[in-house]
């Protein structure tokens, strides 16, 4: 089969809701459209951009009710969106009637989200993140002014999806690829697709990235690719099923990656055991486990108090 176009998708989803709007929501039309959605992930994106279009005719077919009252003809609700169908189509399909403005999503720390974006992409956003999303006829801009998401880009090649984190900028036509904001720059990884990266004012210093490919770019526009290692995308990616996935890193690696999830923090009171290795996966909201299984690796005491929990004895 041939993959749809996003012009194709927002027209189609056009389509549903003047059937909806024609036939009405009948138990039958409504399992038909759940089929719709479930072909392609892109498709529930579209949905909810054409139902908040079609929100706003219907906001303006009220009005025409209104005024048609005192007019010798009157034009109903139904005839007004009806004859507004084909502009709303048009304007769907042309990318011009996204919301005017900016979306902004927000986590809190140990939050993680899954939102679908009004262009058909979709974003799951990691904890404690900020991030804002504007579309424009030529541009999908994404701003994240802290933290870290994951993006499955709607491919339109008329729209490149860019991220911008700081300095650094991340670009796709229609891929998968996640952005973590750093103070000196920001990680990029890509699971699907092609994704180019640099530094504002670097353009011509870029790295071009493929699925389960890395790279740091630094605010300074330096450029770090670390060499690949199997399955090192998708373990630092697992964050998105609510799991941190340890293969070799150390026990500060660690701690550092718990606390980004929990208000109660671990503390490595010997910084001797700070370059221990560790291997397994956990959970992301249970640092006291992860705590135990260094206890019961190391033979080093942990004390869990309400605040913090404290790996070892200090060094002296």
Avoid: C, K
């Amino acid at each position: 089969m041939t993959r749809q176009t996003a012009t194709q998708i927002e027209r189609e989803a056009s389509e549903w809701l003047m059937r909806i709007d024609r036939e009405g929501p009948t138990p039958e039309l409504r399992a038909a459209l759940e089929v719709w959605l479930a072909g392609d992930r892109r498709r529930r994106g579209a949905w909810l951009q054409a139902e908040a279009a079609w929100a706003m005719l219907d906001g303006l077919g009220a009005v025409g009710d209104d005024i048609g009252e005192q007019a010798p003809r009157r034009f109903g609700r139904r005839r007004m969106l009806a004859g507004a169908a084909a502009a709303l189509a048009a304007s769907l399909a042309g990318g011009f009637f996204l919301r005017p403005g900016e979306d902004r999503y927000v986590t809190e720390v140990g939050e993680i989200r899954q939102v679908p974006l009004a262009d058909g992409s979709s974003a799951a956003i990691n904890t404690n993140s900020r991030l804002a999303v504007v579309y424009a006829p030529a541009r999908r801009t994404v701003r994240l002014e802290s933290g870290e998401a994951f993006f499955q880009v709607a491919r339109d090649p008329a729209r490149p999806f860019m991220v911008e984190a700081g300095r650094v900028r991340a670009m796709a036509i229609g891929t998968a690829f996640s952005v973590r904001r750093r103070d000196d720059g920001a990680d990029v990884m890509v699971t699907e697709g092609v994704v180019e990266a640099w530094a504002d004012g670097a353009e011509g210093n870029r790295v071009r990235l493929t699925a389960g490919q890395r790279a740091f770019i630094a605010n300074n526009a330096a450029i770090v690719e670390p060499p690949p290692v199997p399955s090192g995308v998708d373990r630092a990616l697992a964050w998105r099923s609510g799991q941190i996935d340890l293969a070799g890193e150390t026990l500060r690696h660690a701690t550092d990656e718990f606390n980004r999830y929990n208000r109660r923090q671990i503390v490595i009171a010997d910084p001797r055991l700070a370059g221990e290795r560790f291997y397994g996966i956990f959970r992301t909201d249970d640092p006291e486990g992860f705590a135990l299984a260094v206890h019961g690796s190391l033979h080093v005491p942990v004390h869990a108090e309400i605040e913090a929990i404290t790996i070892g004895r200090p060094a002296r």
